[in-house]
């Protein structure tokens, strides 16, 4: 089965029929039938970026669960100082604590293809040695 890592950007962009990038992140988000994952970190993100809207949250449940999206913790201690460590290599493009879970995700399921709309962090950042994502935005 295919998969996917998701970012917070495309999940703030679905959810707000505002956003530019909306429209893109829906037609894409919902043509795909394989399997989703993100982080917990990518889920507090993308709360917060939407806790203005009073739906907002709960519309953003009901789309991981109707995506079946799988979310891991990336808690652990010792992927907490792996995090820390990518952040502090990528400090420059910058590189936040959910970019970093997400980069560990990768290198956990070996997943490449990642919807998002940070092209700039995710076209630099490598996991699994010197592995590029793939984005699936704007090909």
Do not use: N
Not at 21 to 38: I, S
Not at 77 to 91: D, G, N
Not at 118 to 138: A, M, P, Y
């Amino acid at each position: 089965m295919k998969a996917w890592l998701l970012d917070a950007g495309p999940l703030v962009a679905y959810l707000d029929s505002t956003d530019p990038h909306h429209g893109p992140c829906a037609d894409t988000l919902e043509a795909f039938d394989g399997q989703v994952h993100t982080t917990s970190a990518v889920i507090v993100e993308t709360m917060h970026f939407l806790r203005h809207d009073p739906d907002g949250p709960k519309a953003l449940v009901k789309l991981l669960a109707r995506s079946r999206t799988q979310v891991h913790g990336c808690t652990e201690l010792a992927q907490l100082e792996s995090a820390a460590q990518l952040m502090r290599k990528y400090a420059d493009v910058p590189m936040d604590f959910a970019d970093a879970t997400l980069v560990l995700l990768a290198q956990e399921l070996d997943v490449a293809d990642i919807l998002t709309l940070d092209r700039r962090g995710f076209s630099t950042f490598r996991f699994g040695g010197h592995q590029r994502f793939q984005l699936l935005l704007g090909r």
